[in-house]
């Protein structure tokens, strides 16, 4: 199931979704099945997301989305797609929206939406133009998700199910958490990992702040990372990772790897709703992959406390949650195989911006005119 939250910037998460059963999705479907190059806008919360099918996996669509199908013969369907991202009509779409406390738009009012075409030849070479740094968001996009899921899977191996390197060499012993390889121990949490640690950070001065929003479900990516002025909230530097600690954030997955900080300004603060998470005797890499632990997630959900709806996570649920710690250079040449897949998450991630600002500020010149796509 699509939801508003899923359609952005051009793009539809089809990642971060939820699943309903075959009769469900027949009923949702009986009208229109979604297909591969359909576009689709929001028309409430937020208004005016717009996002193009890149799929041929089975979806539909929620509550307050509007699909649109191109007539080929007349409208391209990437043309259609970057004209409703562009200033015009997204200035016709909130000229529609009403409502006090959620901006919305009424279904009738979406058919009175004006879109200047040009010829479809033209159409087509805009939006071809335009559609390439799309691909190659989504290329980036796809080796972030490999990267992130490999390094996880590696932690999984090697730490939950004990098949390291070398591992049939070593003999099992007995321990509160089971059988562990020899040579390893159990700890605390708080033994090696230090659970909201001091950092200073100025008051005066604007400084990175981290929203809640900013952390994703299922990526280590902090995204749209804010500037401003204080220093009240979760404080943090580099290699940090940060942990929601309200449901639903919990629940849904809301976890971030620390790593988009200068030397010019090396600490940054966030939402209090974070708990931040810093290796003692482990390394960054596994205190991330830790926090991503199903087992662990668990353990904070089951401690959370407070009125419902409003339940957050004590600081002191890890006091009691023991791990096995494995020997340092085991740690080391873990860390040493994932790191460079962090740094490289990060580094595809300021592509994937980097494209698209550039494709930002190409749209509106193309759909004007003011830049002159020739035929070839």
């Not at 013969?73 to 797609?81: A, H, S, T, W």
């Not at 033209?122 to 992130?148: F, T, V, W």
């Not at 709703?273 to 991503?292: D, G, K, M, N």
């Not at 668990?298 to 023991?322: H, L, N, P, T």
């Amino acid at each position: 199931m699509i939801r508003t939250t899923n359609v952005r910037d051009g793009f539809i998460d089809t990642e971060n979704v939820r699943y309903v059963s075959e009769p469900i999705y027949k009923k949702w479907t009986r009208r229109l099945v979604p297909r591969r190059g359909d576009v689709i806008l929001t028309r409430e919360a937020p208004l005016g997301g717009v996002g193009k099918v890149r799929t041929d996996e089975q979806i539909f669509l929620g509550q307050r989305l509007y699909h649109f199908r191109a007539d080929p013969k007349r409208l391209d369907p990437d043309y259609l797609l970057y004209a409703l991202m562009a200033d015009d009509l997204q200035a016709q779409i909130r000229g529609f929206g009403s409502g006090s406390t959620v901006e919305h738009m009424r279904l009738g009012d979406i058919p009175e939406l004006q879109i200047y075409a040009p010829e479809v030849s033209e159409q087509r070479r805009i939006g071809r133009i335009l559609s390439a740094y799309d691909e190659l968001m989504e290329n980036s996009q796809r080796r972030i998700r490999i990267l992130e899921a490999m390094a996880r899977a590696l932690y999984r191996e090697w730490f939950v199910h004990f098949r390291f390197p070398g591992h049939k060499k070593l003999p099992r012993i007995a321990s509160t958490l089971g059988e562990i390889p020899k040579g390893w121990d159990v700890k605390r949490v708080p033994e090696c990992v230090q659970v909201n640690p001091r950092v200073v950070v100025p008051r005066n001065g604007e400084k990175p702040f981290v929203p809640m929003g900013c952390l994703s479900n299922d990526s280590m990516l902090i995204n749209d990372i804010e500037s401003r002025e204080g220093n009240s909230g979760a404080k943090f530097q580099n290699g940090d990772t940060l942990f929601a600690r309200i449901t639903p954030c919990l629940e849904n997955g809301k976890t971030g790897f620390v790593q988009f900080l200068k030397d010019a300004q090396p600490v940054a603060f966030g939402s209090t709703e974070f708990i931040v998470l810093r290796s003692r005797t482990l390394t960054p890499e596994f205190v991330y992959c830790l926090a991503r632990d199903d087992k662990f997630r668990g353990a904070a959900i089951k401690s959370m406390s407070g009125a419902s709806g409003r339940q957050r996570v004590q600081e002191q649920c890890f006091d009691d949650y023991r791990i096995a710690e494995p020997p340092r250079a085991l740690l080391d040449r873990f860390s040493a195989i994932v790191a460079p897949s962090f740094r490289l998450i990060y580094s595809l991630h300021l592509q994937i911006q980097n494209l698209r600002r550039t494709r930002d500020l190409l749209l509106p010149r193309l759909l004007s005119g003011q830049i002159e796509v020739q035929a070839h």
